[in-house]
């Protein structure tokens, strides 16, 4: 039974509202609205004090390593990272073991997932086992809610595949091919962004036209069955250029960056060691700068993570042998505030229309990133530009410690979450 709460003293800021209200909660849903102080509703008070209170954010892509990679991460200390990090619902990779690419792993997941402080939904791969070779059943995943489908990891090399995923899907509403565009001969082997770090560290580098090759063929192939096309974790001004292009013919083409993309480049790599290795690689300067100037103006959708947890015996290796990814998920929302929210490059209701409505639209989310207004579910964070934190990967509630952010201060943090009018995080602990 869940009583009633109020959250009050807050700035609403919703992607259409920006005032000062303060919020009714009950059995789930906002009942009421109303001017600072001047609630109807009794209930447990939740202290917005100076801080902004919006929808919770959305992480379309999220690695909780469930099932088979555990010991790096599970859907309950994922879901715990995910609303430290005010994020109310995630979208999980299939890149699992074994993969999720049908109905019953699906089930399977969904069930682990109950009761977690943070909605996870499950995508599926594009193709059995992501092996590249056969289409998985579209429509039976669809009808147990899958909206996103990816081979993440591994990009779908056969463009007469891809194709054919395009028109499988075509009469699904809110299905979304999603894309590692990474060609996949082109970076076979390779370690790090190919340039002058690479060349310097002897290490195979992945080029970055590996990347623009896929985005462009894969727009032509949106185009020509009127797909609907996301670019994963996209990190290159080329594949940005298509992007922009497509959108500008009115294809429905969407991308998201990841906060390292749009923070680190390839300098970063020796200093980071294993923890600044992920794919794609972290890239150039000019494409960091493309990447912040289309994430201000709205050309990049969305911000997503890739929250890739490895244990450290997977990551505490070597450049050549460590696993690629970083955690991501917990402070996604300081990063991208302190960068461009606190340096005055984006609005408060941009931050939000990037990290909850966006996503939540893209991958298919009806719950989550909608305007706060009576009836809603009251799925909500509440930010406090003011608390500044400085992260250490051991203090992180992953199971892993793998952040590029160790050791670095950010102004903001979650200090409260409320998952469909439950508060899952308060003064930015996790209720137990
Ligand atoms: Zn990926």
């Known amino acids: 039974m869940n009583t009633n709460l109020v959250i009050t003293g807050g700035r609403l800021v919703d992607g259409t509202t920006d005032k000062h209200l303060d919020i009714g909660i009950a059995d789930g849903r906002i009942v009421e609205l109303a001017q600072p102080g001047e609630l109807a509703l009794q209930g447990e008070v939740i202290d917005a004090d100076g801080a902004y209170v919006m929808p919770g954010l959305v992480d379309i892509q999220v690695h909780f390593r469930t099932p088979g990679g555990e010991e790096s991460e599970d859907i309950q200390s994922g879901a715990q990272g995910a609303a430290l990090g005010g994020v109310t619902a995630c979208v999980m990779m299939p890149n699992t073991v074994p993969t999720i690419d049908n109905v019953a792993i699906v089930e399977d997941v969904r069930a682990l997932s109950l009761g977690a402080p943070c909605d996870v939904h499950s995508s599926a791969a594009i193709t059995v086992n992501r092996e590249g070779e056969r289409l998985v059943n579209f429509k039976e995943l669809y009808g147990v809610g899958v909206r996103v489908f990816t081979d993440d990891g591994w990009v779908v090399d056969s ?58 063929r894969d727009i032509d192939l949106a185009r020509e069955t009127n797909g609907r096309y996301h670019v994963l974790h996209m990190s290159t001004l080329m594949a940005l250029e298509h992007v922009i292009a497509a959108k500008l013919e009115g294809l429905r083409v969407t991308a998201e960056v990841t906060p390292q993309h749009l923070v680190l480049t390839e300098d970063d790599v020796e200093r980071l060691g294993t923890s600044g290795k992920m794919n794609p690689p972290l890239r150039l300067l000019e494409d960091v700068e493309a990447l912040r100037a289309g994430l201000i103006c709205g050309d990049v959708d969305a911000v997503a993570t890739d929250h890739a947890p490895h244990h450290p015996e997977l990551k505490g290796t070597s450049l050549v042998t460590a696993a690629p990814g970083m955690l991501g998920v917990e402070t996604m929302a300081s990063v ?5 929210v606190e340096t005055g490059l984006m609005s408060p209701t941009d931050f939000v229309k990037r990290l909850s409505s966006n996503p939540a639209k893209i991958a298919g989310i009806k719950d989550h990133g909608n305007q706060v207004k009576v009836g809603s579910i009251a799925n909500l964070a509440v930010f406090d530009p003011t608390q500044s934190w400085t992260v250490r990967g051991a203090d992180l509630v992953s199971k892993s410690i793998n952040t590029p952010w160790e050791g670095r201060s950010f102004a903001g943090r979650i200090r409260h979450t409320v998952l469909a009018g439950r508060p899952v995080v308060i003064d930015s602990s996790l209720v137990s």
């Open 336 to 340: 991208i505030w302190s960068e461009f």
């Open 159 to 216: 463009e007469a595949l891809m194709r054919q995923a395009f028109l499988d899907i075509r009469d699904l509403p809110d299905a979304v091919l999603s894309q590692h565009a990474e060609e996949s001969q082109m970076v076979e082997g390779g370690l790090i962004n190919e340039g002058v770090v690479s060349r310097r560290l002897g290490l195979k580098g992945r080029p970055r036209e590996a990347e623009a090759l896929i985005v462009k």
